[in-house]
């Protein structure tokens, strides 16, 4: 059997769907060696893994996109975030690959300069990528500012032109300080961004079709698998066993993103409705938020036991939820902040799986109108369940990389 050394970036949103996946193939034997977050080490080591922390140095290096409301400005704020990160992770997964000689790396897609550590290794290696894919197609709307997919010729005419303008741009922003981390790590200069980012040897991509858009001309090497849904093993609260009404949630970024006010529209919008509202504030402070009668807030609630009785879920659009609630058949209302998180919003719309409001128009009387019309859309929610099921989830990951990078797989001595 194999020992693969996984390496995330700092963000649970990241790992949370990556564990099933290791789950899966250290039940099939292989060792796993896991680089992320200190405050999870204990927590992955409970899993059986080898975890290990990543540098602290890249975690201290957190997004300020919250502020600004500027799409432009906020790439470049994220770009420098995820390039200074860069500096770190790439000798941090260089030092892990040298430590711990493992036979194969999977490697968080967010994680940039360990992405070049791979690319730089002798050995066979992937990427994980648990947010809408930013790669190009003929068959979509360009990545970024949530379109909804061409219709017609004029639409196909728009997306010809902002694909080039997206994409340019994005070779614009990211060519200069991504060669400079190439260029410490005595890797050649990129001559083209975006085929960089698509050129893996193997693209864990955690969505699938219909929820993502056809996309027939993207290469083998990315393989849908469906999220990887996965929460840390808790008890439900008691307060929720004895709860009978149907429950709301409502729920915030895990990355610091200002949005709670999301939270707060949400207990007003709703204080009158016949359900029970669960909302969670990771990043910020319940006990500075007033509940109505109806709801209660907390800084964490484990997601399963709500989705089972869930008749809709508002959230920021993050994928990890969003796609969460999906699979279990539970329309989403998504108000998006930024981020990928317009990208979801829209396919949460185009899916016919919930309802989208800019987080620009939020009120409480759009909110709740969007929250009502979201849960009348069961039924394509409950489609998305089906085919999120059919991809394979973590079991086709495994697969895929078993399949992929480790045929056949390497022996290793006896220690």
């Known amino acids: 059997m194999a020992r693969i050394l996984a390496y995330t970036s700092p963000a649970r949103s990241h790992l949370f769907p990556l564990t099933p996946v290791l789950d899966e193939l250290r039940a099939r034997g292989h060792e796993i060696v896991l680089y992320t977050l200190a405050s999870q080490l204990q927590l992955m080591r409970s899993r059986g893994f080898d975890a290990r922390a990543v540098d602290p140095r890249v975690e201290a290096i957190e997004h300020e996109d919250w502020r600004t409301s500027s799409p432009t400005i906020s790439l470049r704020l994220n770009v420098r975030v995820f390039c200074r990160r860069a500096f770190r992770d790439g000798p941090d997964l260089a030092r892990a690959l040298a430590d711990t000689q493992p036979d194969a790396a999977l490697v968080d897609y967010n994680s940039w300069g360990a992405l070049m550590a791979a690319e730089a290794w002798d050995g066979p290696w992937a990427t994980f990528c648990p947010y809408p894919l930013p790669l190009r197609s003929r068959q979509a709307p360009p990545y970024g500012p949530g379109l909804a997919p061409a219709r017609g010729p004029l639409g196909r005419t728009r997306d010809r032109a902002l694909r080039a303008l997206v994409f340019g741009g994005m070779e614009l922003q990211l060519r200069a300080p991504l060669n400079r981390v190439r260029e410490r790590m ?18 864990l991509y955690m969505s699938g079709e219909p929820f993502e858009y056809p996309r027939s001309d993207w290469r083998e090497n990315v393989v849908m698998i469906g999220p990887c849904d996965w929460d840390p093993p808790c008890e439900p609260p008691a307060w929720l066993a004895r709860e009978t009404r149907p429950l709301v949630l409502v729920n915030t970024s895990t990355e610091f993103q200002n949005d709670g006010r999301l939270v707060e529209v949400a207990l007003r919008a709703l204080a009158q409705e016949p359900v029970f509202v669960v909302a969670t504030l990771p990043t910020g402070d319940p006990s500075a938020v007033h509940a109505p009668a109806n709801a209660r807030v907390e800084r964490f609630v484990s997601h399963a036991p709500v989705l089972e009785r869930a008749v809709c879920v508002v959230t920021h659009g993050g994928m990890g939820l969003t796609q969460k609630a999906l699979a279990r058949g539970v329309p989403v209302c998504a108000v998006p902040f930024g981020r990928d998180q317009l990208e979801v919003a829209r396919r949460v719309e185009v899916a016919h799986a919930g309802t989208r409001l800019p987080a620009s128009r939020l009120n409480a009387e ?46 290793r001595p006896n220690a």
């Open 366 to 411: 759009r909110l709740l109108a969007k929250v009502r019309e979201a849960i009348a859309c069961t039924e394509g929610a409950r489609r998305i369940a089906a085919a999120f099921a059919a991809t394979g989830g973590p079991r086709a990951g495994a697969d895929a990389f078993e399949h992929r990078l480790l045929a056949p797989a390497p022996a």
């Open 186 to 203: 005595g890797l050649a200069p990129l001559r083209s961004v975006e085929r960089w980012f698509a050129g893996a040897p193997l693209m």
